[in-house]
């Protein structure tokens, strides 16, 4: 496996957001053109895109190292093959695409965490809409961001383990912070699709399949730049 960072060459930030595709579905057609491979071969690669002064700098974990399209884009890739042990505590941050699935119309449906609570919310309130809410028990978005993202990552499945602990690791009590949460659309169908970032610090409890995770990926919208765990020393 491989870590990659691809970024805007020095004086070439102009040229490089000309260059890129933007739109989150069409981000990921954009960076398979670093990754040649034939018609029809599986996606083998995360990717996680971070914003800056300088432009947009895409982190990368691929099976493959990238090859460079263009010099507008600087390309540094290095062996990828983290050495974890049990107990081990490492910060971690990670953008995920988190969803509950639910029935409707006899047929089980993926719905965004957030949009799932607050109608849960409003059928105990009676009420349409959440801007129909205008009591002081109102929660703030943030609070329930953080809860039910929490619950998402460290609340247990059907009675079994965590998401947390299924990606081989717990989450030290108090350090969980959910934030950024949007909204997206995107794709040919245009997918709607919500993103929640995810930061803190983690206890390895399985470390060949914490490794297997960071290779991976965690939750799903892989292909929208979700699931890419980055984590260095406490």
Known sequence: MYFSVIEPAEDAE????????????????????????????????????????????????????????????????RPYAPQLHTGQRLRF???????????????????????????RLLQEKNLGRWADWKGADKPAEYDLVQSV????????????TSRAELAGFSVVDGTLAADAYSQHEGGMKSVRFSTVRLS??????????LVSTLHRGLGRGKAFGCGLLMVRPV
């Open 149 to 160: 993202c929490t619950r998402w990552l460290c609340g247990a499945l059907e009675g079994r």
């Open 14 to 77: 102009r040229d490089a957001a000309f260059d890129r595709l933007h739109g989150p579905y069409a981000e990921h057609q954009w960076l398979w053109t670093f990754f040649p491979a034939p018609e029809g071969t599986p996606r083998d690669f995360l990717f996680r895109r971070m914003d800056g002064d300088t432009g947009s700098r895409f982190y990368v974990v691929s099976a493959r190292g990238p090859k460079a399209t263009s010099q507008v884009w600087d390309i540094r890739t």
């Open 200 to 209: 803190g610090e983690l206890e390895v409890l399985d470390s060949e399949r």
């Open 93 to 119: 941050d990670v953008q995920v695409n988190p969803v509950v699935a639910s029935m409707r119309d006899g047929k089980s449906r993926r719905d965004d965490v957030v949009m799932h609570e607050k109608k």
